[in-house]
């Protein structure tokens, strides 16, 4: 089902471009998670092929053994993709006020969204386009941690588990005919909560949601 109005809101209802303004050259969830994504990447992502990095910033976390044709990228603040050297191309549009992306039907073999899911007030349409830009047999890849901007968090994120939150990405998937079932990976963290607070290494969970494009779809 689609999300309710109030699971859209969020604490800071201010222009999203604004919040994002100034460049954050951080990387928002620790080397182990990181060193998680990438490895996934490596497993799912074919050399040559053409990627979509959806909400990216500085740094995309593909894997420097892995030569792609294209890497397209997206997100709020052009300092930090002009620094992303893998890169090839980019542009910056906030999602939340328009989903619809400048870009052709079938013409990426991947989308990637890492650590961004939660930021999203219109995943139906954003899910949808992801399906219409992705080649038939494309792979979506939805990466995400127990971290965020609280106050740009949806409600829907902000309330849920982190259990509730894998299944909120899946229905996200499924609700966009054409999908196959979403598959999940869930690595939870096992450093007390205390420690995770501190920044323990190897604190944050990882979490993914994966679905390619129906070859008949």
């Not at 471009?17 to 490596?42: M, S």
């Not at 999940?184 to 290494?201: C, D, E, F, M, Y």
């Amino acid at each position: 089902m689609p999300l309710k109005p109030n699971q859209r809101t969020k604490l800071d209802d201010s222009n999203d471009l604004q919040f994002y303004e100034y460049p954050r050259f951080v990387t928002h969830v620790d080397e182990g998670f990181i060193q998680q994504l990438t490895d996934l990447y490596r497993q799912r992502l074919k050399p040559n092929t053409r990627i979509f990095d959806m909400m990216s910033s500085w740094v995309s976390h593909l894997p420097e053994d892995i030569d792609f044709a294209h890497v397209e990228g997206h997100g709020l603040n052009a300092e930090e993709l002009e620094r992303n050297r893998r890169l090839n191309h980019y542009f910056v549009q906030n999602l939340n006020d328009n989903p619809r992306l400048p870009l052709s039907d079938q013409d990426f073999d991947a989308v990637l969204n890492c650590v961004s899911v939660q930021y999203l007030q219109y995943p139906e349409a954003v899910f949808t386009e992801i399906h219409r830009i992705l080649k038939p047999g494309g792979v979506a890849i939805i990466s995400f941690s127990n971290r965020m901007f609280h106050q740009k968090a949806i409600q829907a994120w902000r309330d849920g588990s982190e259990e509730s939150r894998v299944e909120l990405v899946k229905s996200y998937f499924a609700n966009v005919p054409g999908f196959t079932s979403p598959e999940a990976i869930a690595h939870r963290s096992k450093v007390p909560n205390l420690l995770q607070w501190l920044g323990a290494t190897g604190s944050d969970p990882f979490y993914a949601v994966i679905a390619y494009r129906t070859t008949n779809s």
